[in-house]
């Protein structure tokens, strides 16, 4: 903006530098709409450009310098003077001067803290934004750009379970319990509730997640309730000695992390509510104690490193690896039990498990000494992970017709082309790739192993899935990439066979993956039958619904 419309105008425009790669999450506004922020956590750096755009050509633009800010701040809507920042960082762009063109400017804020989760309630807002400056005589030239900070937790060691009475004397006495009082915030509350003494006609009874935000301090202090979900346990009365399971999913609800004390403004604390109504209309609460059920903000996509090298402890990183590397040599019998099992639990983490283990069996099987010592003890205590790199985006079932490139220069390989859809690319350490030396179809393939680091291996932007989200999948890009001749797995040629070898197993272990995760649905489906209650009886008392649960459980 000018004086009375005269000299020079700017525009400003921030621009991340990572922009395109970085992950974009929804996030709900002050006017409750849901608006695309790019993600950030803690610790990460904040980097980009400042593009000024002069708006009229031969004209100056004068300035008293320019600066960029990293900023957190707590908002609270009954008071909006004040802006409580608990993050203030200022980096100095350009001297007090002029100019007579457009400029960019970079920036970069390295390992920022970022204490606290985004959040947008009833009476308070905590964002985090950078806020471009131009400072001028009259009126600044100002740009801001809001992001979004999600902070990741881990399950506490000790997640005790809650455990609640409720009693009227000679009337009523019920007992419930939880199986923890700590969620992620896609977890399921799994617990049971038993009728001990039931002397009034209770009708309906469900149980309720209060959410409360607490503002200010002192005298100015403001309690919000609201309530996130309504699970209904049962529509009909109970007898003595009747237990009811519960298992209510919290991934349908909009839940925040619990949030005590932050910066000693705002407080959110999360409730489980008891709810039973009598014949007579009459309502009976019953709250757990406060601060008794915690929900953690555990990213839904996260790839579950220190979990998988739990599981490599118990042998599981290299299952049908000799154990002369670090293997536990067991048969394909044995593994398909054990993948069958792990994928009753996520089926997600135990497909991208397998195909790690295809990945340590085709070195373990087909390189030489040398590969087998230099690669497969790492992977196969999954201090190191693997990726298998078949597919492109021409080539999907007629593999054969690959087009990625690996021409032989004296001692090394020069790789270029791209893979599509890689399990694990991305975020594991070791990349198996299928690739030409030779002429079309599958005796000119070969197989090299390509380790990350690599200069010309880069990657795409992580693929949006309907599910098994705790693997990612990306492009994996292969720009001049100079590979050893020694990481070439057998003799040239061969890649195509070891490639399929490798699959012939893999197709079993997803197989088990696919019968785990089925079994595991099955057991949930019997039990909703015996939890969910219409027309005062268990789904299970209407004889078709058993019979196909039996059906789905023992097929013919």
């Known amino acids: 903006m000018s004086f009375f419309g005269f000299g020079q105008s700017a525009e400003l425009e921030l621009v991340l530098s990572d922009a395109e790669s970085r ?80 400029q960019t400017f970079d920036f970069e804020f390295t390992h920022v803290e970022k204490p606290y989760e985004s959040y947008t309630g009833q009476n308070v807002k905590l964002r985090y934004f950078l806020r471009a400056t131009v400072s001028r005589r009259l009126n600044d030239v100002v740009k801001e750009m809001d992001i979004v900070v999600h902070t990741l937790s881990t399950y506490p060691e000790l997640n005790s379970s809650i455990k609640m009475e409720v009693g009227i004397e000679d009337c009523l006495h019920i007992e419930f319990e939880y199986n923890k009082s700590k969620y992620h915030l896609k977890d399921v509350i799994v617990g049971k509730i038993y009728f001990l003494l039931v002397r009034i006609k209770i009708k309906h009874m469900e149980i309720d997640i209060i959410k ?44 925040t992390p619990t949030m005590r004390d932050i910066n000693k403004k705002f407080s959110v604390r999360y409730y489980l509510n008891l709810v039973l109504i009598d014949e007579e209309e009459r309502r009976y ?18 790839f579950p490193v ?21 293997g536990s040599g067991l048969s394909r019998l044995d593994t398909s039990i054990i993948f069958e099992a792990l994928s009753t639990g996520c089926t997600s983490t135990t497909a991208y ?16 000494e040398e590969q087998r010592r230099r690669f497969c003890p790492s992977l196969c205590s999954m201090e190191k992970f693997a990726s298998y790199c078949l597919t492109e985006p021409g080539s999907g079932s007629d593999a054969a017709s690959l087009l990625t490139s690996a021409q032989r220069k004296g001692d090394t390989y020069v790789l270029n082309g791209s893979k599509a859809f890689i399990s694990g690319g991305g975020d594991t350490d070791v990349y ?19 380790e990350k680091g690599t200069p010309g291996l880069s990657f795409g932007k992580k693929e949006k899935k309907v599910g098994w989200n705790s693997q990612p999948t990306r492009a994996v890009i292969f720009e001049d990439c100079v590979v050893p001749v020694g990481n070439r797995l ?33 057991l949930l489906a019997q039990e909703h039958l015996t939890v969910r209650k219409q027309f005062g009886e268990p789904l299970a008392n209407n004889q078709g619904l058993p019979w196909r649960s039996q059906d789905h459980a023992f097929p013919e």
């Open 353 to 368: 498990m397998s195909i790690h283990n295809m990945c340590v069996w085709m070195i373990d099987t087909f390189g030489n």
């Open 490 to 522: 057998g003799a040239e040629g061969q890649g195509f066979s070891i490639a399929m070898k490798g699959l012939n197993g893999g197709r079993i272990n997803i197989a088990s993956c696919s019968l785990g995760a089925a079994h595991a649905s099955v």
């Open 306 to 326: 220190e979990t998988m090298r739990k599981a490599a402890q118990l042998g599981f990183g290299g299952i049908y690896v000799k154990p002369d590397v670090g």
């Open 23 to 102: 992950r974009r999450v929804e996030h709900k506004t002050e006017e409750g709409k849901k608006e695309k922020y790019f993600l950030f956590y803690d610790g990460e750096t904040v980097s980009g450009r400042v593009v000024l755009t002069l708006k009229h050509l031969n004209k100056r633009l004068e300035h008293q310098g320019i600066k960029v800010e990293f900023i957190g701040q707590i908002e609270l809507y009954y008071d909006r003077g004040n802006h409580h920042e608990f993050v203030s960082l200022v980096k100095d762009l350009a001297r007090p001067g002029e100019f007579t063109q457009s």
């Open 432 to 450: 198996v790739v299928m690739c030409r030396t030779g002429g079309p179809g599958p005796k000119g393939i070969s197989c090299l192993v390509l």
């Open 212 to 255: 409360r935000e607490t503002t200010g301090t002192g005298p100015n202090v403001y309690h919000e309730n609201d309530t996130i979900a309504k699970y209904e346990i049962m529509d009909g009365a109970p007898v003595r000695g009747e237990s009811i399971p519960i298992r209510l999913f919290l991934a349908g609800y909009e839940l």
């Open 285 to 302: 609460f019953k709250q757990q104690a406060q601060d008794k059920i915690k929900f953690l903000c555990i990213e839904k996509e996260i």
